[in-house]
C-alpha cells in the first residue's frame, strides 16, 4: 500500500499564490511519475501538471507560465507552485503517484484531494 498526504489548498483572491505538497509513503520500492490533477465542479478531472523520474514535466496549458510543479526524490514529494491564480484554477486537487512497490508491483494511487478556491 501506497499512502499519499496531500495539503496547502485554500481559499485566495485572484492574482494570488497557493504552494500545495503531497507526500508519498509506505511500500514504495521506486516512483516513476507524479503529478496533479483537478476536478472543478460539472467537469471531468484533468490534467494539471507532470513530472517523472527524471525531472521532465509536462503542464496543461491553461497554466503553463503560472503553475510550477517540483519533486524532492529523498522525501517522495512532489509540490505545486500556483502563481498568478484565476478564479477558473478553482476545483479539487488531487495527488497521482504512480511507480513499482517492493514487490515489483505497478501501482497507481490518488490522493482525497484538496479544495482550491480563487475569489474574483
Known amino acids: 500500500q501506497v499512502q499519499l498526504v496531500e495539503s496547502g489548498g485554500g481559499l485566495v483572491q485572484a492574482g494570488g499564490s497557493l504552494r500545495l505538497s503531497c507526500a508519498a509513503s509506505?511500500?514504495?520500492?521506486?516512483?516513476?511519475?507524479m503529478g496533479w490533477y483537478r476536478q472543478a465542479p460539472g467537469k471531468q478531472r484533468e490534467l494539471v501538471a507532470t513530472?517523472?523520474?527524471?525531472?521532465?514535466?509536462n503542464y496543461a496549458d491553461s497554466v503553463k507560465g503560472r503553475f510550477t510543479i517540483s519533486r524532492d526524490n529523498a522525501k517522495n514529494t512532489v509540490y505545486l507552485q500556483m502563481n498568478s491564480l484565476k478564479p477558473e484554477d478553482t476545483a479539487v486537487y488531487y495527488c497521482n503517484v504512480k511507480g513499482f512497490d517492493v514487490m515489483s508491483q505497478w501501482y497507481n494511487y490518488w490522493g482525497r484531494g484538496t479544495q482550491v478556491t480563487v475569489s474574483s
Open positions: 513530472i517523472i523520474s527524471g525531472g521532465s514535466t
Open positions: 509506505g511500500s514504495i520500492y521506486s516512483i516513476n511519475a
